[in-house]
């Protein structure tokens, strides 16, 4: 990332954090475990499309009640698979396999419909995306969005389950990103040589919520 996307980022959590904690011992926590699937389709490159193979997907959540329908909400993501460079020219074969990991961690707002033991919500969040591939050195970060819907289901005043879906949308600041490119040796990613990546991405989770309530 960039200096104006960092500075963007820091500015981002410490103004939720202080929202946060004005209403902290009225309202609140919640701590959600997750295991999903995630759809992580396809990059465009100058000289080809870098595949991605879906994969599950897991991560957790840390949300803080500003209201008894509204939350601040702290997300981490993960997901390992798998991708190929596949040449634009047809007469070439797909490249190499990689390896790699998207890290996302993302910082937003969550709203909810009180319905009772059942709540749909709906979720925007932003922060950063970091890939990182598994067999050399060349991991990058993005700016990136994230909207999402679900719903959670209340089994008790502190134990429910909670499902969701979410599409994720990487951009890119100044030409930064997942390396790849076509060199001597054919294709092939790597940190010295690569070209930007903003895949739409997309995944549906669930797992279990704890409820956390001040005295």
Do not use: H
């Not at 919640?30 to 490159?45: D, H, R, S, T, V």
């Not at 679900?150 to 429910?160: A, E, Q, T, V």
């Not at 054919?186 to 991405?201: D, E, K």
């Amino acid at each position: 990332m960039n200096t104006k996307t960092i500075r963007l980022f820091i500015t981002m959590l410490l103004l939720m954090a202080t929202l946060s904690t004005q209403d902290l011992y009225a309202q609140a926590i919640e701590l959600n475990g997750f295991y999903g699937w995630q759809l992580n389709g396809k990059a465009k490159l100058y000289d080809g499309e870098f595949i991605m193979q879906s994969a599950p997907n897991y991560g957790g959540k840390l949300a803080v009640g500003l209201s008894t329908t509204t939350f601040v909400e702290l997300s981490y993501m993960r997901s390992d698979s798998e991708g190929y460079f596949r040449p634009y020219n047809i007469s070439e074969g797909p490249g190499e396999t990689y390896q790699y990991s998207s890290n996302y961690i993302s910082v937003g707002g969550l709203q909810e419909v009180d319905m009772g033991k059942i709540k749909p919500f709906g979720t925007i969040g932003m922060g950063t995306v970091i890939w990182a591939p598994k067999d050399y050195s060349g991991t990058k970060w993005q700016f990136q969005f994230t909207l999402g819907a679900g719903f959670k289901i209340w089994l008790n005043d502190r134990f429910g389950l909670r499902a969701q879906g979410s599409m994720m949308m990487p951009l890119v600041w100044n030409g930064a990103g997942f390396g790849c490119g076509i060199g001597t040796g054919g294709s092939g990613c790597g940190g010295a040589v690569y070209t930007r990546i903003t895949p739409f991405q997309g995944e549906f989770s669930g797992g279990l919520i704890i409820r956390i309530t001040p005295n």
